[in-house]
C-alpha cells in the first residue's frame, strides 16, 4: 500500500501564492507518475497537474497553466504544488495521486485525504 499525506493548504487572498506537498510512504515504487487534483463544493473532482518519474515530462490543466507548476523530489518521495496567481475559483480541496507505471493517473487507486485551499476575492 502506499499513503499520500498532502501538507501546505491554507487561507490566501486573491493574486497570492501556496506550495502544497504531498509525502508518499508505505510501498513506494519507481516509475510512478504523480499527480494533483481539486474538488470544489458541488462539483467533480478535476485534474490539475501531473509529472512523470524523472520530473521532466508535465501536463497542466488548462485552467492552472502558467500560474502552477509541479516540481517532485523523488529522494523524499515527494510531490509539490506551487500555486501563484490565485484565484477565487481556485478553491477546493486538493487531492494528491500516485500511478503505477501503466495506469491513468484519474485512475489510480492510491489518493491522499487532501487539503483545503481557500482564496479569498
Known amino acids: 500500500q502506499v499513503q499520500l499525506v498532502e501538507s501546505g493548504g491554507g487561507l490566501v487572498q486573491a493574486g497570492g501564492s501556496l506550495r502544497l506537498s504531498c509525502a508518499a510512504s508505505g510501498r513506494t515504487f519507481s516509475g510512478n507518475r504523480m499527480g494533483w487534483f481539486r474538488q470544489a463544493p458541488g462539483k467533480e473532482r478535476e485534474f490539475v497537474a501531473v509529472i512523470n518519474w524523472s520530473g521532466g515530462g508535465t501536463f497542466y490543466a488548462d485552467s492552472v497553466k502558467g500560474r502552477f507548476t509541479i516540481s517532485r523530489d523523488n529522494a523524499k518521495n515527494t510531490v509539490y504544488l506551487q500555486m501563484n496567481s490565485l484565484k477565487p475559483e481556485d478553491t477546493a480541496v486538493y487531492l494528491c495521486?500516485?500511478?503505477?507505471?501503466?495506469?491513468?493517473?484519474?485512475?489510480?487507486?492510491?489518493w491522499g485525504q487532501g487539503t483545503q485551499v481557500t482564496v479569498s476575492s
Open positions: 495521486a500516485a500511478a503505477l507505471p501503466g495506469i491513468p493517473i484519474e485512475s489510480t487507486n492510491y
